[in-house]
Each structure stands twice: as C-alpha cells, then as structure tokens.
C-alpha cells in the first residue's frame, strides 16, 4: 500500500512537473546588467511571480559562431556547426515561453543577437525547405521581445521588430508583445525608470498568465521620453 501511496504521488509529482511552463529569457546585451537586461530580469520575476520555471541565458557567455552559409541545413534541417548554438536550441525549444531582451545598436540588434539569429537559419530550412512540422501542431508557445536604445529616436525599433517577427516565427512561438524604451543610456540608468521596471514585471506575468488565444499581432508598450521622428 505504502509503495502504491508513494507511486502516486510520484506520479503527480511528475505530472505537475511536466504542466509547469518553461520560460526562457535571452540577454544580448554585451553588458553586465546593461539596461535590457535588468528589463530581462525584471520580467522573468514576473513569470515566475505567475508560476513558471525560468532560465536565464546571457548571450556573451556562449560561443555562437556566425552562419556560414554552408546550406547544409537545407538538406538536413539541422546546423552542422558545433557550438553553443546546439545546446541553446534545445532550451529555445524546450521552452514554452521566451523572453528576449536587446539594446539598439545602429538601429537593430547588436551582432550576438543577430549571430543567434543567423543560425536559426535551420529551422527555417526545416520549416520551409524540408516542410516537417517543428513543434507539435497546437503548442501553446509565445514570446515577448524587450528593446532599449539610448537616443530618442522612435524608428530604431523597427528593424528589431522585423527581425524578431522572422525569429519568432521559425520557432513556433507566437509573438505577443514588446517592451520599447528609448532615451536610456548609461549603464544601470534604467533602474531610474520605475514605469519600464513595472511594466517588464507586468508583462513578464501576463506571458504566462494570459488565457489563450495570444493574440494576433504584438501589444505594443512604447515609453518614449520626448519622442522625435528621426
Ligand atoms: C555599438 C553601439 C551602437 C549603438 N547604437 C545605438 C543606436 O543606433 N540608437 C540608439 O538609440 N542607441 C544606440 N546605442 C546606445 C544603446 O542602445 C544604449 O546605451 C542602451 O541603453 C544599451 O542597452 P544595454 O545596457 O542593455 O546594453 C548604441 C550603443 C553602442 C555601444
């Protein structure tokens, strides 16, 4: 009886376990506590405030080669360069929830995030090229992008948000909202910036917490400080 008692409760252990969602945040920003990535953190507490499991990945400690345009992933669906990539594929894959957070650098992201990018070309491959199914049909899987620039333009956002939509999309993942912060430079200046340390919390919590359907198009929270058109 005993053992029957504790199988059960193994087994509900494990079920509950497996109903946990799985949040990944990605930081690309090349800076200890660079401002996107106290934004990061910030809504990974949110997702765990909401109860998911949360991994934390910072770009600058992996080894990601660059794409070399070989086109083997074209036949194969699958990079045939080893590296970090590999590893942190499967945690892109494993997780439910991705949380992605990068500085503005020349009007997009800076080049360790486009690295990432560039050799998700597989999975585009896989997708497109190959045409077999990434994830199983019907996953629940979303994500939400951070993005913060130091000079008040309010265009720079756009090449990230272009970018990030073809990311998403080769991973399966619903793209449901950006953070935007302009006008944030110097490091750690973000932390004076209560309405963007509220809002990443908040939003953190409603990517897990949100009823499904996510919705079709990214909600847009945009803190612009005196906004100008360049
Ligand atoms: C190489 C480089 C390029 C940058 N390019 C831009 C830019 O195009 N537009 C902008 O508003 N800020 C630009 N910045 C400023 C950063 O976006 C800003 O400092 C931001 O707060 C950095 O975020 P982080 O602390 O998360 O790294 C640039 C900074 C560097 C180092």
Request: proline share 6%; charged share 20%; aromatic share 8%.
């Amino acid at each position: 009886m005993d053992a029957f008692i504790i199988a059960f409760y193994g087994l509900c252990g494990y079920l509950v376990h497996l109903m946990i969602v799985k949040a990944l945040g990605i930081s690309a920003s090349p800076r200890a506590d660079g401002n996107s990535d106290i934004l990061l953190r910030q809504a990974l507490a949110g997702a765990a405030a909401a109860g998911a499991n949360v991994e934390y990945v910072r770009l600058c400690d992996l080894n990601i080669a660059a794409c070399i345009e070989c086109d083997l992933c074209r036949k194969t669906g699958r990079c045939e360069l080893e590296d970090d990539y590999q590893p942190l594929l499967a945690k892109m894959l494993g997780a439910s929830r991705l949380i992605f957070a990068t500085p503005i650098f020349f009007m997009t992201v800076p080049a360790q995030a486009k690295v990432l990018i560039d050799r998700c070309q597989c999975l585009w491959a896989h997708k497109y090229v190959l045409k077999k199914p990434l994830i199983t049909a019907g996953s629940d899987r979303r994500a939400m992008v951070i993005a913060v620039g130091g000079s008040k333009s309010t265009r720079m956002f756009e090449p990230v948000r272009m970018t990030m939509k073809y990311y998403l999309d080769v991973l399966d993942m619903n793209y449901t909202a950006n953070l935007f912060v302009n006008n944030i430079e110097r490091l750690g200046q973000i932390k004076k910036h209560p309405s963007a340390i509220k809002e990443a919390f908040r939003l953190g919590k409603e990517l897990i917490a949100a009823d499904p359907p996510p919705p079709t198009e990214p909600v847009d929270v945009e803190l612009f400080s005196t906004p100008d058109k360049s």
